[in-house]
């Protein structure tokens, strides 16, 4: 859950009025002229802090649905930590308001990297906050208590943010060299020697099998892996696969798609030779051949998503440390007023106006239902936000500090993402 809601603060934000509309049911109102807390000597009104957090609460529903499929019912009302008892929605309000804090420092470090808002931008901005009001109606504004003020400083924050990523990646100076992504190609075939199906006969005829597939590429090295696995047993493949050719103890450089003793034997052949013996682990056997010392494509490959990785990093560290510096004051009596709640949701949609090409997104029937449990007449109606096109293109986001952590994915042990030979 909480890798999910990393994940969706991207989506979240550019949201914010490249979607559709908000349909929600309300519970608790909120004040949106209320100081919610303050930045280096700078309030943070409420109404900005709603707007945010609802549209990460809609695309978070959004994404869970489509992910995890089936209802969203029960996604926000989950312990969160078991030390504390913080519900996933507790946590959800008080990262976003970090979020905000966030956006609110870095417009303050905006000269210092001759970062300004240009006319155009500005009148974009205006313009997407004026249809932003136009186009939803009272109660929707009512709900999410937000003035187009408020909207137009949302958006210029992060306009600020998005403007500000790349000349703080510059400032980090990231180099990487090829020397150290170096990518090395090989051919393997992977007996699984693990299951609980598996009797020990069947583990012991699986190693024959295995040791039968080596010796029939020793004595070739060049032939077709796959065909000898598949001529001893037609379950049997072999796949392509790349590791990084030197031991590093960068964990950016690692390859952990595979295990240890796989990489160890890999880093002793010379290109085109098999290994001489069965690698085995606590859960398969391999038989290993290197294709290429250097993978010229897994290499530049290798160096872009490093690169990316650690500017990232730098990125991260560097907002962090600007937020932990800032002097920050928070009123939790006005935080409290702005909740997640299972009976309290919304969702995003497509509208009918500039913006009716947008995919639609909405909850399914079994969350709608969940949407009206409210005792209130005023939580039993339903409220529409509708932002336009046009506000879509003045609002692409760059990633946040928790989104930016998510850059490098690796595969599994078997390594999911390999291509047969």
Known sequence: MKDLLKRTTIAALAGVLAAGMFTGCGEKKVDGTKTVATVDGTDVPMGVLSLFAREQQAQTIAMYQQFMGGSASNIWSGVADEDTGETYGESAVKSALKQVELLYVMKEKAADYNVEITEDEQKGIEDAAAAFMKDNDEDTIKELSVTEDQVKTL???????????????KEGNIEVSEDDAQQSAFTYVNISLSGDDLTDDDIAKRKE??????DKVKEDPTADMKEIAKGVDDSYTALNGTFTTKESDDEDFQSTAYPDEVLTALRTLKEGEVYDSLVETDTAAYILRLDSEKDEDATASKVKSVTTTKENKYYSETTEKWLDDAKVTEDEKVLKTL?????????????TSDAADEAEVTPTEEAAEETEVTPTEEAAEETEVTPTEEAAEETEVTPTEEAAEETEVTPTEEAADDTEE
């Open 339 to 351: 909740t997640f709640s299972d009976n309290h949701t919304f969702t995003i949609k497509a509208t």
């Open 155 to 169: 958006l210029e924050l992060e306009t600020y943010q998005k403007k500000m990523q790349d000349p703080i990646k």
């Open 209 to 214: 099998q295995a040791q039968e597939i080596l």
